[in-house]
């Protein structure tokens, strides 16, 4: 994992995020990086300050990044993200969608 500052039990390093998280990350990035992890309370985040970094992630694991965070009551709500709105990328997700988008456009 990337550096980054230290986090407290259970909070983690929200309390470092300040009333204007931007300008509170801007600041940790001079101090760590343009690559860091930070601990939001029980999620763990990749944070990513600059362009060609993100253009790196991105062509090499967009994959990997592409998907969105599994929410517990995302999942309640769609019996197990059987839905089009949070199921993760992949083949389920295409044919969601390619259902999705013919009947929205026929």
């Keep these: 994992l990337p550096p980054g500052p230290r986090k407290l039990p259970l909070i ?7 009333d204007v998280p931007q300008k509170s990350l801007l600041h940790l990035s001079t101090k760590y990086g343009p ?9 763990p985040t990749l944070v990513v300050s600059s362009a060609d970094a993100i253009r790196d992630i991105f062509q090499s694991h967009d994959i990997i990044f592409s998907g969105r965070p599994e929410l517990y009551t995302a999942k309640k709500m769609t019996h ?20 999705a988008i013919m009947e929205l456009l026929s």
């Design 12 to 18: 983690g390093n929200l309390h470092q995020l300040g």
């Design 35 to 43: 690559l860091m992890f930070l601990q939001l309370g029980s999620v």
């Design 80 to 99: 197990g993200f059987n839905d089009i709105t949070f199921a993760p990328y992949g083949e389920q997700w295409k044919e969601l969608r390619k259902i």
